[in-house]
């Protein structure tokens, strides 16, 4: 299936989701997300839901990051779209501030900048993803760009509602593969760090 009509059907599929599916999925994520050995990361970049199209609520990892991972620095992202690149902004969810962009994502008003290459692992938002870690997004590339700026051997942790279809179509040269994926019933490992 082509990346287009993934998109496409797998948006039908998060939105078709009940509320307390939706719930039941995300609490089984963060049971498998506490299962990870997070031990060396002691920076980590994740993303901020997009509550109106049923992305897994990052707000809940974050309350198991402060409480249980203490020991680590967290960062979100803020974008911009003219340029497709994105800043790591140092994230308190005591403190920072935040307000939702354009495209409904709530991003840091202001706030300390880390540079790309202190980041340990990056926690991406995705649709769905293949048995070889690659993963389709919403198609702006903001991720394989800021990706890119990273450390070779930092971990690219996908998170998602659902389980790997076999193959994704279509993929790029510049598509940054993943490292692991996490879903509410397995962990996924693909190597891919260089």
């Given at each position: 299936?082509?990346?287009?009509?993934?998109?496409?059907?797998v948006?039908?599929?998060r939105q078709?989701?009940s509320k307390s599916?939706?719930w039941?999925?995300n609490?089984e994520l963060?049971?498998?997300l506490?299962?990870?050995?997070?031990s060396?990361?002691?920076?980590?970049h994740l993303?901020?839901?997009?509550?109106?199209?049923?992305?897994?609520?990052t707000f809940?990892?974050?309350?198991?990051?402060?409480?249980?991972?203490?020991?680590?620095?967290?960062?979100?992202?803020?974008c911009?779209?003219?340029?497709r690149q994105?800043d790591?902004v140092?994230f308190?969810?005591?403190?920072?501030?935040?307000?939702?962009?354009?495209?409904?994502?709530?991003e840091p008003?202001?706030g300390?900048?880390l540079?790309?290459?202190?980041?340990d692992?990056?926690?991406?938002?995705?649709?769905?993803?293949?048995?070889?870690g690659?993963r389709?997004?919403y198609g702006?590339?903001?991720?394989?760009?800021?990706?890119?700026?990273c450390?070779?051997?930092?971990?690219?942790?996908?998170v998602?509602?659902?389980?790997?279809?076999?193959?994704?179509?279509?993929t790029?040269e510049q598509d940054?593969?993943?490292s692991?994926?996490?879903?509410?019933?397995?962990?996924?490992?693909f190597?891919?760090?260089?």
């Amino acid at each position: 299936m082509e990346k287009q009509q993934l998109r496409e059907k797998v948006l039908l599929q998060r939105q078709q989701l009940s509320k307390s599916d939706f719930w039941r999925l995300n609490d089984e994520l963060l049971t498998k997300l506490q299962q990870f050995n997070w031990s060396r990361v002691k920076v980590l970049h994740l993303f901020l839901p997009i509550v109106e199209r049923k992305e897994v609520d990052t707000f809940e990892f974050i309350n198991y990051f402060k409480t249980e991972q203490a020991h680590m620095k967290l960062a979100v992202p803020r974008c911009h779209y003219k340029t497709r690149q994105m800043d790591a902004v140092l994230f308190d969810p005591e403190t920072t501030v935040l307000a939702k962009n354009k495209h409904q994502i709530p991003e840091p008003l202001y706030g300390e900048l880390l540079e790309p290459q202190q980041i340990d692992a990056v926690i991406i938002p995705l649709l769905t993803f293949d048995l070889l870690g690659h993963r389709v997004g919403y198609g702006g590339g903001f991720y394989d760009r800021f990706l890119e700026r990273c450390r070779p051997d930092v971990l690219k942790i996908g998170v998602s509602l659902f389980e790997p279809i076999e193959k994704i179509f279509n993929t790029h040269e510049q598509d940054v593969l993943l490292s692991h994926c996490i879903t509410p019933t397995h962990t996924y490992f693909f190597g891919n760090l260089n």
